[in-house]
């Protein structure tokens, strides 16, 4: 479902009625844009009023995410053997019996 | 039901660094000898603990060559021994502690080290380790026992081999004429 | 916007909802106000800052902070944000209102009546008190009305449990084909750990610390209680982080300007928590006398699997919030993280809240780990984890939440974003500083939950920085996380102050990218995995008991023996399993 939209937040907002729950979309209020809402700033949740393309299931790849985790990744590894053999057992008096 | 390839990447990375953790403490388990604190040190009635054969008089007895026992009594607020005066072992010997409490649970921590264990009452927690070179050790308690927790606290001296045989003819000679 | 405004907002739809969740919410936040201010005063006193009480009294304030901060305001915000959740998944309201006053009424009973058994500590003569901090281990004695306070919180949340149940079956009679709505199955799942765990606080509770407090028996078995509370208390750890999760699954991907990546994964995830949270509490007590190795052993195990489903919520999270980037236009490895709302406090403080866990996710992992575990139990390091944990992965994401979720039940707009992003902020570096040198000064030996930071025996020595630094750390810490915590409550105060708004938040929720179509319905079986989660318990913990009430001088610990049928019963189970077990151990080890 990649719907291209120039006009910003109004893709989300289309997606919305079509998904949101069965609460009537009101054709003469507020427009189809945040424009006439309060400033945006003001708001929160309004994060979509800034989406500038609608990226569905099939356009999405979480190569990002991906990097994110392999370095958390690495990062738990090295932590993990400095813990364990150097801080852990590295110290005198350990229990071993 | 679809999962993302990058997400089944993760979910195997994840199984093989559970399985290292895994891995590593069955090796210091297995290979690097570590001792889990467990049942082995049997129980004590903690309302009896002063006429328990050890407990009643706790301290350090010689078990063999270079190889002791040492009862310790944790009550609120010190270690008996250890608080009013040191606990004093060799260097260079085998040490199995035997730690109870007597009113409430403590802890037992030799600071600095991997020593450590709950006191519990009615259980012995029996664990063993090995001492080096001469010198000092603080211990403390380390599980919330009451109000004056913070002051219960002590020192074990690591001893010379000789000046420690002396101290403890010593200790025993006075035990005999007490008896 | 279009479809959000005039008369769908949540109060309107549902006003009795919103009463109870604003109720709710309240005493959450007077908790984390006196909580956060015995904090304060904690930090500042056991590194000798600044002292205005008694050493003696720091154990007061330790107690209250721990029962305020972990169980009340935790607890009472998951009810306010399950009760949300429910009725705004299912659509429908709460059965019957009166009997949602009714949980509230009786946790909140509860709650001063544990409250005023605490505070009572501090008042000389009073001869009530209840200093026996959040973990209450027996022989320390608290004052009956402690227990029973306890005991009525915990009935409470089982009613608010029920209230949601019942919900969700009315909805099944008109729904009977339908998949479970994703954040009612979070709640249901969630419950269902619960009722499972506290059965064992409530046994603690119930059958041996009220009767003691009030001299009807003479004495307890101390393992046991302790054993008892432990059953309960890594479950209650996933209690405060599920609805914590459940934002970061279905609110966090919206306030990033995306959708969550995948339902079906966050059910799996939800149900491997129902399974594994609760046969690990023996990782509580890796140095306790008492317990076989082999029961450690397997504790051990099931907690590092317990680590897969937070390792998949690292990644369905974060690559929600990565659509949420690319779809305002990020692009790039890492640049898109640039793409964020990041003015926006609600996101903001999860995201922060999230990358903390991240932290405190690889202290518990060292906390796990059995042997090593001798390096850190009951150092300030174990402080210094949970802080990062419940302290912040769940306490700050519930206060970023409360950016959006607040306006929502009182149809006010926050009172200022640019104060919330501060507080978030804030909250941040000042658990970066408090949680990072408790961390190290629990690789120092230095040990938590006393009151002096000074031994006459000897000195605590770290390799790298000074003690001092240490100590300064963790005041400095401490001072902005609770200056942040007065920031909060102001900004949600000013909040509910404010005049009502047509458009008080943003509170549409997208669909998520991946369905819950394509996903096995045993999935939604919720018997199913119930009998599951108590068929993995009794194995986890039948020996064990049997052990400690057998070895450790029977039920109630050296006063009475255990009746001669239970104890020839136990014999036989006890001496064929273990014997078997022990064979097995010895081949592993
Ligand atoms: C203003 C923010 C906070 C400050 C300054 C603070 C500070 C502290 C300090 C200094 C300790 C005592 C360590 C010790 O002596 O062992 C402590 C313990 C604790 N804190 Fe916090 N904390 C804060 C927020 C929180 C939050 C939000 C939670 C949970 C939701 C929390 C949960 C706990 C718990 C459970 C304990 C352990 C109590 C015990 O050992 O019995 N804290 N905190
Ligand atoms: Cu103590
Ligand atoms: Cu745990």
Redesign the pocket.
Known sequence: MAVDSTAEGAASSAARVSTDGGVPANADSQGDSGQADPPVDSIVGTADDGIVRELGHDDFDPVGTLVLVLIYMAILIGMWVFMYFVEFLGRGLTVVG | MEIHAYEKLWLALALVLIVGFIGTITYGAAGAGIDMIDDKGGTVDPATLDQHPKFGDPGIERNGENSYDVYVVARQFVFEPGTTEPLRVPAGSTVTFHVTAADVIHGFEVVGTNANTMAIPGQVAEFTVEFGEPGEYGMLCNE?CGSGHHVMEGKIVVMEQEAFDSWYEQQQAQGEAEN | MATESGGSEFVDTFPDEAAIIKASFLIAFVS?GI??????I??LH?TNVLRVIDSAD?YTL??G??VL??IV??IFFLCGVFHWAVARSLDRPAESALFSWAWVGLMTTGTVLATVAILGGLVPNLGMSADV???FYAPLQAHPIFYIGLAMFIVGTWLAGADWFLSYRAWRQDHPDERIPLQTFMVLTTMIMWYISTLGVAVSVVFFLIPWSLGLIESVNPLLTRTLFWYFGHPIVYF?LMPAYLLWYTVLPKLAGGRLFSDPLARVVFLLFLLLSTPVGIHHQYLDPGIAEGFKFIAMTNTMFLLLPSLLTAFTVVASVEHGARQRGGEGYLRWLGALPWRDPAFTGMALAGAMFAAGGFSGMINAGMNINYLIHNT?W??GH??LT???A??LTMMAGSYWLVPQVTGTKLYSRPIGLLQVIMWFV?MVF?SNA?HRAGLAGI?????EPQYQNFEFLTPIGSIFELRVQ?AL???L??L??VLFLFNILLTSLGEESDRPVDSYLPEPLSGPEGSPRILDNLAMWTGIAAVLVVLAYTLPLAGIIQNGGGLFGGGLPVPATVSAGFDLVLTTVTSAFNTLWGVVA
């Open positions: 919330y | 984390l909580g956060a201010f015995f904090g304060l904690q930090a056991r720091y330790l107690t902070h721990g901060l972990a305001f935790t901090l959040f973990t405060w300030l174990v402080p949970f802080h419940v302290g912040t769940v306490a000042g408090m408790m040990p938590r939950r006393t009151a963790i810490g401490g001072t996380l609770f942040s915590v």
